[in-house]
Structures are given as structure tokens and as C-alpha cells.
């Protein structure tokens, strides 16, 4: 019987054959250990939130948490501890945060728990990182030190806590997907080298933005549903709709859009937690990203929690939205 690669058994073999990426290799570890835990709270959120909802204590006598500050607690003191990171930044901290290691070499961008509208339904929710090697000239801690495009990170990925929980990371050269074994508590390789099919018939937006959305946004998606005959999937937690569409293709649009009519048409989704690590991704699976202008694994942040158009999927579906705009 064939038994299927572990993640420490492919993490060894793949520190066998990058002996410089000892580091890289161990963090790895570390976060799937974070992402086993939040999969366990996500499985009983619904009796955390009964239990919240009447203020009361957890079986270890703690206050019960909202999941989404619980992870991200999680994270700040598992990576704190871990000892690889000079500094972290999350989508829910306003500002990076100081991990005191000032020999460390590696800063870490993540999204504790992405998909917020979905934690309490029971619909599909994840966390996304990016990890980052510290650049000289700047304190460790600064924001500017975030300020490196999605193509200068040497590890990102993220976990999916869905009907499995997988775990889906790349060190830079191919993007490979874990399944949770929830019976052994491993993750198990279930998707080497993934790469994006071509021709994926679906198409992923928040139809409930039209009204926001500028004339060449609507005529685009307009064609995708009337000219190319597309069907619609959105499950408005990024993670979930990037993974769907990394398996089967097709096309997701998070545009700029213009509620307050001022005629700006601002991005939703989250440069450094959310885009960069899932553009990147993307690359090595043979799709494209873009913001409407260029493509995203070549912007460069300039604000820590800036946020962007996120456009990606199949390469020429993609490019066609680029190139309407141009
Ligand atoms: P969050 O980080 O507060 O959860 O917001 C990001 C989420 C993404 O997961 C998802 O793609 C998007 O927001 C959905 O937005 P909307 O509800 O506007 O469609
Ligand atoms: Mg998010």
C-alpha cells in the first residue's frame, strides 16, 4: 500500500535538497501547528460562540474568545516564540509589531482568520501568511520593511478550514496542498505542483456591488455571464474562492468600487495579507493577477495595510480585464 507523503516527511526531503532553507523549512512546521489548532476551535466555534454569548468560562476556566481575536493571539504568541521573526504584521493589529529578536532574519505578514462575515455561519474561513526576509538599512520593526513586493517572499500559504481543513504553501518553486488527517493529526500531500486548469468555466464577484462598479467592470463581467456563458461561484471568504479557483480556473474579481460616489474606486482586499501571498501562489500555478493596471506579484506596498483591486485566475481571462483598462 502506498502511503501518502506527510508535510514533515516532504519538508525533509525538501531540506535535504535546499540544505540553506533550514529556516524556512521549521516555520513551516510551525505554522501548520498553528493552522491544527484553529482548525480544532473552528470545528466547535459554534459552541464557543454559546458559550460566549452567555459570558461564561471555557472548560480551563478562560474567557471565551471571538475566533477571529483568538487567532489572532494565537499567531502573535506561537511566532513570537518560534524565534524566526523580527517583527509581525496583521490584518488585525494596527501596527507591526516588535517580536524583540533582533538577530532574526525573517518578518511575517499574516490574516489570522480570513472570510470574517462567514465565521459565525459555518461557511468556509482561513488563515493566509507571508513571510518576508528582513532588509538591511531599516529597523527590523518598521513598516517600510513590509514594503517588499509579492515576489520577495520566500514562503507563503494558507490554511483552509473547509469541509477538510488543507494547507496550501509555496517556498517559491511550486504550490503544493496538505490535507488535515484529523484521525492522526498530520497533514497528508493530497495536490503536488498544482497548476491552475485552463479553461475554467466560472467566474467569482460580490454581484451586490454592481451598482458600485465602473462601466468597464460591469460590461466585462456582463460578458462573462451573456457572451462566454460563465457560471457564478462566490463564497466571500478570499481563501475559499482562491482555492476553488487555483483547482478549477475561471476567474475572480474583488474591482475597485465607488460606494460613497466620489468617483474613486477603491480595493477591498489587503495588500500584505491577502494579496501578495495569494498572487504569488498563483504565479507558480500558472495563472495572473493584476489590479486592473499591472501584474500584483510586481506592486510594491506603500502603506502597511494598503488596500487593492484583486483581480486573478486563468492567464487570459485575466489579461483580457487588463487589457480593457489599459
Ligand atoms: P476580512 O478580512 O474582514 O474577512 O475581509 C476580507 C474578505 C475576503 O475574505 C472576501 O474575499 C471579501 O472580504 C468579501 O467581501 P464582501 O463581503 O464585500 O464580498
Ligand atoms: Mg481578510
Do not use: W
Not at 500500500?1 to 533550514?22: E, I, N
Not at 484529523?182 to 497528508?188: A, I, P, R
Amino acid at each position: 500500500m502506498q502511503l501518502p507523503t506527510s508535510l514533515t516527511q516532504y519538508l525533509l526531503q525538501h531540506l535535504s535538497q535546499h540544505p540553506d532553507q533550514k529556516d524556512l523549512v521549521l516555520m513551516m512546521s510551525e505554522l501548520a501547528v498553528i493552522g491544527k489548532i484553529i482548525s480544532k476551535e473552528t470545528n466547535r466555534a459554534g459552541l464557543s460562540g454559546i458559550l460566549g454569548a452567555v459570558g461564561m468560562t471555557n472548560i480551563q476556566e478562560e474567557q471565551v474568545q471571538k475566533l477571529d481575536v483568538f487567532a489572532n493571539e494565537l499567531c502573535k504568541s506561537y511566532l513570537k516564540n518560534s524565534g524566526y521573526f523580527a517583527a509581525l504584521a496583521s490584518e488585525e493589529e494596527e501596527h507591526v509589531v516588535n517580536l524583540e529578536k533582533s538577530d532574526a532574519q525573517y518578518i511575517i505578514a499574516f490574516d489570522p482568520l480570513d472570510g470574517s462575515s462567514n465565521i459565525d455561519v459555518n461557511v468556509s474561513i482561513g488563515t493566509i501568511f507571508s513571510v518576508l526576509r528582513v532588509q538591511e538599512g531599516m529597523p527590523a520593526a518598521s513598516e517600510q520593511q513590509f514594503f517588499q513586493k509579492a515576489s520577495a517572499q520566500v514562503l507563503a500559504g494558507y490554511l483552509l478550514y473547509g469541509s477538510s481543513t488543507v494547507l496550501v504553501f509555496s517556498f517559491g518553486a511550486g504550490v503544493h496542498e496538505f490535507t488535515l488527517d484529523q484521525t492522526v493529526g498530520e497533514f497528508l500531500l493530497s495536490r503536488g505542483n498544482i497548476q491552475l486548469p485552463e479553461g475554467g468555466q466560472t467566474y467569482s464577484v460580490n454581484e451586490g456591488n454592481t451598482r458600485y462598479f465602473s462601466s468597464e467592470d460591469k460590461r466585462f463581467i456582463d460578458a462573462l455571464k451573456f457572451d462566454r456563458g460563465m457560471s457564478s461561484r462566490y463564497v466571500g471568504s478570499l481563501v475559499a474562492d482562491f482555492h476553488r479557483t487555483l483547482l478549477t480556473g475561471g476567474i475572480f474579481l474583488y474591482p475597485g468600487i465607488d460606494k460613497d460616489g466620489s468617483g474613486v474606486y477603491k480595493g477591498k482586499l489587503r495588500l500584505n495579507y491577502e494579496v501578495k501571498p495569494l498572487a504569488f501562489m498563483l504565479a507558480q500555478a500558472g495563472g495572473y493577477s493584476t489590479d486592473g493596471q499591472s501584474d500584483l506579484v510586481e506592486r510594491v506596498p506603500v502603506k502597511l495595510h494598503e488596500r487593492v483591486p484583486f483581480i486573478f485566475g486563468n492567464r487570459a481571462l485575466v489579461e483580457a480585464y487588463q487589457n480593457e483598462r489599459r
